[in-house]
């Protein structure tokens, strides 16, 4: 079981709540505060564990059917414990100022339980990575042998020290010296348990009780080194514990990924994945490789858990795994990263990544500094692996798609453009479960899908060459019929593509500026034809120069009445897809700096100048400033 979740959201509750179980099912250990600290009249916890007994009912039936009988009175008291079922659920109740309360309530038959279904907690931030002496306890579980051997032990170590009475091995005398100086001062020795036994007996086999690695001391290597060899050894010596005893161990492990190169992430989440058929594991994690390769890994049977802190409380759901072969291969460390994530911004390509991670806009909407922005609008295999109803975790969302996904103009048999529009095949795919919503909902979702369809296929709308600008007011109806059916489904629609949002009606002079300021060639005759044009038809032809699309979504290919010779214009003095957003975001915003006579360090504004720019902002790029404002919404609820 894997449990992710970012900084806070409480997945070291888990732990402490699963050790508190464990540290209390044979002991007391009642100094930890576990009530809710949110509600102060809680006074009661509850901790419940189910144990699963199935494997250990074929190893008793197995044994049964061969005649072994060696361990057959144990076996039965394990059977009477879970009433020979397959499953047993363990309660730990606590009342402040009151004992714990069980529901198992014989002591020897928890002991039993803490025996056969051990839990090793191992907190990497804890350990003490140059020095690994609580392994020996794990090694001393392994080697333990059974109390008429142990005595066979030191029957023998005694014979060797008591009977050295010629001194050959000058230990008899020292012995007997120690034994007196005991006893003269009342001082006693507690007996070993059976593990501490154990462990002394490997100590003294290994000839020591220091780890090393590759003949060097542990402090000549990194904490990386360190922390992976150190889980990399608990894992082999519980999975021999598992094959050589009855028992059906657990490994908690809290952040295992501290101080690892993503390379021992890897090598670590393949011996878990090797080991998981003897040994259950529980990882807390904040790491989206580790996360990464468990959900790749098809043939593993985990669980991976996504918790979300919310309300002051922590909120468990199981993820769904991928239910498609190419998920397996196109997700990455980015993809998984979203499931960590407080909100999402999923985009089409490299031109919205640029504009977001803009550091001017970054500054002016402190919002996208919060939010995670993934490329992947575009592919239905990568909104699978991140969209938070696919994969069952919460996290805010928003898609952003240009319109041409969404619907694209008709053309006729002659492949010439005809004033009417067509749905995307794979455009409207939520649409199944629409029949089935009534009232304020039907009507924002089937009954406006309805109205779309009857829009784009009974619609002509009106244009103007050579651009098809658009001057149709039922045109623009259809867009917005388009943009308010898909806020349905965490969706924002832009009336043209990314480029048409940044070069729009409202701007379309000041850019005219930028591009002049930054064009290397000769744009006279581009100027000339430029001057000429209606406000619209310079619009569409700035997009065009962007590698953008007319309002029609159409781009410079698809026109069709377009003369030779302005296509070769456009052709000559279109800019690359670079950074030309960015490029064009900084001129914009010395423009307006210098225009209300601002610094040119947005960093030095305060609030009420800031404002004053975000008003300029919303007067030039109304689209954009309206999806922030939709991120801004979804973010504080």
């Known amino acids: ?119 090793y907690f191992v907190n990497v931030r804890e350990l003490n990575l140059t020095q690994w002496d609580d392994l020996w306890l794990k090694i001393g579980d392994l080697v333990k042998v059974e109390e008429n051997i142990a005595s066979k032990i030191r029957e023998n170590i005694f014979n060797i020290i008591d009977n050295d009475t010629k001194n050959v091995y000058k230990l008899y005398n020292k012995f007997n010296l120690l034994k007196r100086a005991l006893i003269d001062s009342d001082v006693g020795v507690k007996k070993y348990t059976p593990k501490e036994f154990g462990a002394s007996l490997a100590k003294t086999y290994f000839d020591g009780d220091s780890f090393i690695f590759v003949d060097e001391e542990l402090e000549y290597f990194s904490s ?28 908690i492990i809290d952040e295992p990924e501290l101080g690892l190169h993503h390379k021992f992430i890897d090598r670590l989440t393949d ?23 468990i959900f790749k890994d098809a043939q593993s049977s985990s669980n991976i858990i996504n918790l979300r802190y919310i309300d002051k409380y922590t909120v468990c759901a199981k993820m769904n795994k991928f239910n498609e072969n190419r998920q397996f291969y196109f997700v990455n460390d980015e993809y998984v990263n979203s499931y960590f994530s407080r909100m999402l911004l999923i985009v089409e390509g490299q031109s919205e990544l640029e504009l977001l991670n803009n550091k001017y806009l970054k500054e002016l909407y402190p919002i996208l500094k919060n939010i995670d922005v993934i490329q992947g609008a575009a592919d239905d295999i990568v909104e699978g692996i991140v969209l938070p109803n696919e994969r069952n975790y919460r996290a805010d969302y928003i898609i952003l798609k240009d319109l041409d996904k969404i619907i694209k103009i008709c053309k006729n048999n002659k492949k ?77 629609i832009l009336r043209t593509t990314i480029e048409g949002a940044l070069v729009n009606y409202d701007n379309y002079y000041i850019f005219w500026d930028f591009f002049k300021s930054r064009s290397k060639n000769n744009i006279v005759k581009l100027e000339e034809v430029y001057l000429k044009m209606k406000t619209n038809d310079k619009v569409n032809l700035l997009r065009l120069l962007v590698n953008g699309k007319t309002d029609y979504i159409l781009n410079l290919k698809e ?58 902002f919303f007067n030039h790029f109304k689209e954009l400033t309206v999806l922030i404002n939709c991120m801004y919404k979804k973010f504080k609820n």
């Open 224 to 251: 990386g080194t360190n922390s992976f060899n150190y889980i990399s050894i608990l894992i082999e010596i519980i999975r021999t514990i598992k094959i050589r005893k009855i028992k059906f161990p657990m490994i």
């Open 271 to 293: 011996k878990i994945l090797y080991s998981c058929k003897q040994i259950q594991f529980v990882l807390c994690t904040h790491s989206p490789r580790l996360v990464k390769n």
């Open 559 to 616: 026109l069709d009445k377009i003369s030779s010779d302005l296509e070769k214009i456009i052709l000559e003095n279109r800019i690359s897809k670079t950074n030309w957003i960015t490029e064009w975001l900084e001129f914009y915003f010395m423009y307006i700096f210098n225009l209300m006579g601002y610094s040119e360090n947005i960093n030095l504004l305060d609030e009420k100048g800031l404002q004053k720019i975000r008003n300029k």
């Open 1 to 119: 079981m894997l449990f992710l979740a970012k900084i806070g959201c409480g997945k070291t509750n888990i732990v402490s709540a699963l050790k508190y179980f464990y540290d209390n099912l044979i002991g007391k250990n009642n100094n930890v505060n576990i009530f809710d600290r949110n509600n102060k009249f809680s006074n009661k916890i509850k901790i419940g564990i189910t144990y699963s007994f199935k494997e250990f009912k074929k190893i008793y039936y197995n044994q049964s059917r061969n005649g072994n009988k060696d361990y057959v009175p144990y076996y039965n008291k394990i059977m009477n414990i879970c009433n020979s079922s397959d499953e047993l659920y363990v309660e730990l109740v606590k009342i402040k100022d009151l004992p714990i309360r069980w529901n198992i309530k014989s002591l020897e038959d928890r002991q039993i339980l803490y025996n056969i279904f051990p839990f």
């Open 416 to 492: 010439e453009i005809v004033n009417q529009f067509k749905m995307q095949e794979k455009g409207f795919k939520y649409s199944n479960r629409e029949d089935f919503y009534y009232g304020r909902k039907r009507i924002q979702t089937l009954n406006t899908r309805k109205r779309i369809e009857m829009m784009t296929t009974k619609c002509k709308f009106h244009y103007n060459l050579p651009f098809y600008s658009s001057i149709d007011a039922n045109y623009y109806e259809l867009i917005n019929l388009i943009k308010k059916y898909f806020e349905n489904y965490n969706t924002f």
